[in-house]
């Protein structure tokens, strides 16, 4: 049986926000890309311990549908697959910013463990690939 597509009714904003980036590896997904630009299928999933082909498969199909992610498949043998961000996606990651930055704030305060493999803790300063 199919999904019903995710459209409402939303009760605010972050109701509507929350329903597009629900999913442990959504938000890591949208990180990668943001940090690598282009990542075929298994980068993505060297770069995101613990997450299952069928679960990765999943959320970047949904991604795909919510407009967050662009995939392009070349006409090659073996077929090459690319993911990237789309302008929405790109858009998600700046308001994302914040919530990343809450998030440092509370590892730091809390001596939180980092797992380094995931680069979270690299250049915050600059920002670019440290939400």
């Not at 409402?8 to 442990?24: F, T, W």
């Not at 991604?63 to 697959?81: F, I």
Request: hydrophobic share 40%; charged share 25%.
């Amino acid at each position: 049986m199919a999904k019903a597509p995710r459209n409402g009714p939303y009760i605010c904003g972050i109701d509507a926000a929350l329903d597009v980036v629900s999913g442990k590896w959504k938000g890591l997904v949208l990180w990668e890309l943001h940090t690598h630009g282009v990542r075929r299928f298994a980068e993505l999933r060297r770069a995101l311990p613990g997450v299952s082909e069928k679960m990765l498969t999943q959320h970047l199909r949904q991604m795909e549908e919510d407009g967050l992610v662009h995939r392009e498949v070349y006409a090659e043998v073996p077929p090459r697959v690319e993911y990237s961000l789309t302008e929405s996606g790109t858009a998600l990651n700046e308001a994302l910013r914040p919530l990343g930055e809450w998030g440092r704030t509370r590892i730091r305060e809390q001596g939180l463990t980092v797992v380094p493999e995931t680069g979270l803790a690299v250049a915050p300063e600059t920002g670019a690939a440290a939400w």
